[in-house]
C-alpha cells in the first residue's frame, strides 16, 4: 500500500507540472487529476471494504479458535465431570455393595444362629422325647417281667401242687395196692421230659433202629444192652414204684420190674 501512494503522488506531481506549462494538458490534466481522485476515493473505499472482509475473516477465524477453545474446554470439563461422576458412582456402588454385603452376612449370622438353636431344641426335645419313651418300655418291661415272675412262680406253685397231688394220689393208690403195672408208670412222656429238662438232663444217644425196636412194653430188656440208673435229684420226682426200678436206656426213660427184668413202660425221647 506504501508503493501505491508513492506513485500516486508521483503522477500527481507530473500533472501539476503539465498543467502549468500547458493550458489544454492542465484541462485534461484536472479531467485526469478528477478522474484520479475518484479512482483514490474508490480505492480507498475497496481498502476499506477489503479491511473489512479481512477484519470480518480474521474475526470469524478468532470466533472460531475461540469456539474451538470453548469447545475443547467444554469437552475438558465436561470429560472431568463425567469422571468424577463416574468415580462417585463407582464409589458408591462399592459402598452399596458392602453395605449389602454386610447387611447379607449379618442377614446369614443371625440365619445360622437361629438354625442352630432350632437345631439344639429339636435335638433336646427329641433326646428328651426318647428318654421319656425309653423310660416308659423300661417301665412296661419291668412290669411284663414282674407279671412273667409272678406266671412262673404260680406255674410252679401248681405244677408242685399237680405233682404233690398226684405222688399223694400214686401214694394213696400205691399203698391201697390199687396201682396197675399194665396201666403204665402212672407219669406221661412230656412230664417226665419236663423233669428232666429242669434238671439240664438231655443230651443222649439214641438207639440204634433194630434194638430199639425190641424196647417194648411187656417184654424183656434185650440182653447186653446198656443202661444207667437215673439220677437221684430227678430219681425223687418220679413215681415211686416198689419192686420197680427206673432206667436209662438211650434217650428214653423205662421202668423194668426187678424180679423178672420185664419192661412195663417206655417213655421215649425223654432225654433227646
Keep these: 500500500m506504501k508503493a501505491s501512494a508513492c506513485i500516486i503522488s508521483l503522477l500527481v506531481a507530473g500533472f501539476c507540472f503539465c498543467a502549468t506549462a500547458d493550458p489544454a494538458f492542465a484541462k485534461r490534466g484536472d479531467q485526469e487529476a478528477g478522474g484520479s481522485q475518484n479512482a483514490k ?21 478468532t470466533g472460531d479458535r475461540v469456539s474451538d477453545r470453548d469447545r475443547r474446554d467444554g469437552d475438558r470439563r465436561d470429560g472431568d465431570r463425567d469422571r468424577r461422576d463416574g468415580d462417585r458412582d ?5 459402598r452399596d455393595r458392602y453395605d449389602r454385603d454386610r447387611r447379607d452376612g449379618d442377614r446369614d449370622y443371625r440365619d445360622g444362629d437361629r438354625d442352630r438353636r432350632d437345631g439344639d431344641r429339636d435335638r433336646y426335645d427329641r433326646d428328651h422325647r426318647d428318654g421319656d419313651r425309653d423310660r416308659h418300655d423300661g417301665d412296661r418291661d419291668r412290669r411284663d417281667g414282674d407279671r412273667d415272675r409272678h406266671d412262673g412262680d404260680r406255674d410252679r406253685r401248681d405244677g408242685d401242687r399237680d405233682r404233690y397231688d398226684r405222688d399223694r394220689r400214686d ?31 438231655g443230651g443222649y ?5 433194630g434194638i430199639a425196636k425190641n424196647l417194648q412194653r411187656g417184654k424183656p430188656l434185650p440182653p447186653g444192652i446198656a443202661k444207667k440208673q437215673v439220677p437221684p435229684s430227678m430219681y425223687s420226682r418220679l413215681p415211686s414204684r416198689p419192686g420197680y426200678d427206673w432206667m436209662i436206656v438211650g434217650e428214653d426213660l423205662i421202668l423194668l420190674q426187678e424180679s423178672t427184668n420185664t419192661i412195663v413202660d417206655v417213655l421215649s425221647g425223654v432225654f433227646r
Excluded: C, F
Design 41 to 61: 476515493q474508490d480505492d480507498v473505499e475497496y481498502r476499506n471494504r477489503q479491511g473489512s472482509r479481512d477484519r470480518t475473516v480474521e474475526r470469524d477465524r
Design 171 to 201: 401214694g394213696d393208690r400205691d399203698r391201697r395196692g390199687d396201682w396197675d403195672p399194665h396201666r403204665g408208670a402212672g407219669i406221661s412222656r412230656d412230664e417226665a421230659r419236663a423233669i428232666a429238662r429242669q434238671y439240664n438232663l
Design 90 to 94: 463407582r464409589r458408591d456402588g462399592d
Design 205 to 209: 444217644n439214641q438207639l440204634p433202629p
